[in-house]
């Protein structure tokens, strides 16, 4: 049976984490935390290299639509996380990421 918890004053709602209601996690607390301490990192990386507005950046940001970002500021941005968490992001991986959501899901993968 997984363990569930109630944390007053956070709700998830759609892979954000919003204060001001409640939240149950089921056996992965220290993956939302992770998660959000991924997306912390990943958002400072984005407003530095494609020079947004912080606000602008969230999970569900699309990173061509909303960032205005094109190919070249996307393999920029990539070879900048790889430094940043010592990875290496494939080609097929920079295509294939839509949203902010999904670049930090898919650090959350290769970094496991």
Known sequence: MPKKELISGKKFFGGL????????IIDNEIY??????MFDKVKDIIVKELM??????ALDTD???????DSLA???LAMTIEDE???EITDEAIESIKTVGDLVDYL?????
């Open 17 to 24: 984490l919003t204060r001001g209601a409640d939240v149950i």
């Open 32 to 37: 939302i935390k992770e998660k959000l301490r």
């Open 52 to 57: 947004v507005n912080e606000s602008e950046v």
């Open 63 to 69: 990173i061509r639509e909303s960032l205005g970002a």
């Open 74 to 76: 996307l393999v920029d």
């Open 85 to 87: 968490f010592e990875v």
């Open 108 to 112: 959350k993968e290769i970094t496991e």
